[in-house]
């Protein structure tokens, strides 16, 4: 008996591919998972280039980052349908290290914060990252959003501005000053790329935007030789092809210095990489190993390290885009990385000629991705803790320090939680009750009951999601008991959202019932987007509508 339990904790870090390949996935799948690998290595290509820019780095290592942990996080990953590489939560620390610390400091500090999620993986940490709430995660989000959609002002506009300030004000005063050196040609490239990309995604979703704009702008460049500042001019002396592995060079001294930085890239990696397969587990019906996932997220960054690379996470965006385009098992992650392989080696010295401005404008439409406008204002509905927290976290992100920021804001989501609690002392503690045993057996047949008790928040979001699926059935009907939630917040909501959306997907119609008063107000603001749900005031009024239904 003393056995099962060490058998049941190193199951749960079998990385995925094993077992798809158990399960004989690989043979049914791998045409459909080449095609996705394809395709999402081709939206992969210029946005790697861009983020490796717009990191302090150059586009060689955004690539060289993109194949080695895309290949060794579908490789050895949690999920499915994962896709790692460089992201634009990065961006931000990334520039901040290179700055301090010289581009030695940052490929140490990657290959630290790699063994710190090895570390954290493995003592089960994967679990702990749904205790930060949703104000904190868009808070943060939508500050990176700014930060980097300011840093490209200059090549957009091509701008002389020589060395720029990191900090956000004394940026925008550098710009201000060099405003009467705009080029023209720089502005037209930009703003031609960026209306591309935005018609292309309104009118022919199917095609790779940022790709065609990349390639369209290269050739107006050279084919007019526009006077515009393209990344040859940029980055005169760089390599093209893969590096060769090396270990950096380290000093107890620097580790010391480099840790706090460490840190925060494995924290922003272990949040952003379990926020994405959370979003695969949605779309897909599948369920990723939180523990699986960052031990591949630390092993991709230890190799992304050895081969000079940036730091990498899962990204939501390259994720979905492979799930719509068919791939089901981490062999898509892998043909993607070969692919980007391919097109490194094949035309590395091309890459040249691709106009900064160009760049610029993907990585504007990237900043305008991950600033989730829509959530932004959806929380700004929220009670007032909720909108603090938002903006508070926002702007220490912007104007003072992405670290700051995140633990000013998980420490006052922690401390407002309590007050809120307090005030609901002597309910019943948070459990997930899937039937009612009283009703159950006057139920009409295909109808499920289910019972929240204690209040609905960011801590029981990943509890409810799975509600659905641990019942191992779609039934056709399911009401939602939630007289004993006293307290609903904005992730609560989201989360009860997502459920819903689940369930509707699956073809199972929800009816709420027995909402106290604080849920019911919440519910009502956001209701428009519950699609496939109805609301009744109790429990006997959901099974007169079922009854109805029947008839």
Not at 39 to 60: E, F, K, Q, R, W
Not at 362 to 383: D, H, N, P, Y
Request: aromatic residues 8%; glycine residues 10%; proline residues 6%.
């Amino acid at each position: 008996m003393a056995q099962r339990p060490q058998q049941q904790y190193w199951q749960a870090f079998t990385p995925k591919l094993l077992i798809v390949l158990r399960e004989g996935a690989i043979g049914k799948c791998w045409r459909r998972d080449a095609l996705a690998g394809l395709t999402v290595a081709i939206v992969a290509l210029p946005l790697a280039m861009a983020l490796g820019i717009a990191s302090g780095a150059s586009p060689n290592q955004g690539l060289v980052t993109a194949v080695i942990a895309g290949f060794l996080i579908s490789l050895l990953g949690g999920s499915r349908v994962q896709i790692g590489g460089p992201t634009g939560a990065f961006v931000v620390i990334v520039a901040g290290i290179i700055a301090a610390h010289g581009y030695a400091g940052l490929v140490l500090a990657t290959l630290l914060a790699g063994f710190i999620l090895i570390a954290a993986g493995y003592a089960g940490v994967g679990r702990l990252i749904r205790f930060i709430p949703m104000p904190v995660v868009t808070g943060f989000t939508a500050g990176i959003a700014v930060i980097i959609a300011s840093s490209q002002v200059g090549d957009f506009l091509g701008l002389t501005t020589g060395k720029l300030p990191a900090e956000f004000i004394p940026k925008w005063a550098a710009y201000l000053n060099a405003f009467d050196s705009i080029n023209l040609y720089a502005l037209g490239v930009g703003a031609a790329a960026l209306a591309m990309i935005v018609l292309l995604r309104r009118f022919a979703p199917q095609l790779p935007a940022f790709l065609i704009a990349l390639l369209v702008a290269s050739l107006a460049v050279a084919l007019l030789h526009l006077p515009v500042t393209t990344v040859g001019d940029r980055f005169p002396a760089m390599p093209t092809g893969m590096p060769v592995p090396h270990v950096p060079i380290m000093s107890l001294a620097l580790i010391q210095q480099l840790l706090p930085a460490a840190f925060t890239i494995a924290f922003l990696a272990g949040i952003e990489a379990l926020l994405s397969a959370t979003v695969a587990d949605g779309m897909t019906g599948y369920s990723h190993r939180p523990g699986q996932e960052l031990v591949a997220q630390g092993v991709a960054n230890v190799a992304s390290a050895l081969f000079g690379g940036l730091p990498a996470t899962g990204a939501i965006a390259r994720t979905a885009t492979n799930i719509r385009a068919g791939g089901r098992t981490p062999l898509a992650g892998i043909f993607h990385a070969v692919f980007l392989l391919i097109f490194l080696l094949a035309a590395g010295k091309l890459i040249s000629h691709v106009p900064m401005a160009a760049l610029a404008a993907i990585l504007l439409v990237v900043a305008w991705g991950m600033s989730e406008v829509e959530r932004f204002k959806t929380l700004l509905q929220m009670e007032a803790g909720d909108r603090a927290l938002l903006l508070l976290t926002f702007g220490l992100t912007v104007l003072v320090d992405l670290t700051v920021a995140i633990g000013v804001g998980v420490t006052l989501a922690s401390l407002l939680f309590m007050a809120r609690m307090s005030d609901t002392a002597g309910l019943l503690p948070d459990e997930l009750s899937l039937d009612d045993p009283t009703q159950r057996t006057s139920l009409p047949k295909g109808v499920e009951v289910f019972r929240f008790a204690g209040p609905m928040f960011f801590g029981v979001a990943r509890e409810m999601l799975d509600a659905l699926r641990r019942t191992g059935r779609s039934p056709k009907t399911i009401i939602l008991r939630m007289e004993l939630v006293p307290y609903m917040d904005s992730s609560g909501a989201s989360a009860l959202e997502a459920f819903v959306r689940q369930a509707h997907g699956k073809g199972t119609q929800l009816i709420l019932c027995d909402l106290r008063d604080q849920p019911s107000a919440l519910l009502a603001k956001l209701w428009p987007r519950f699609t496939g749900a109805e609301r009744v005031p109790t429990f006997q009024a959901a099974l007169d509508r079922v009854s109805r239904s029947v008839e």
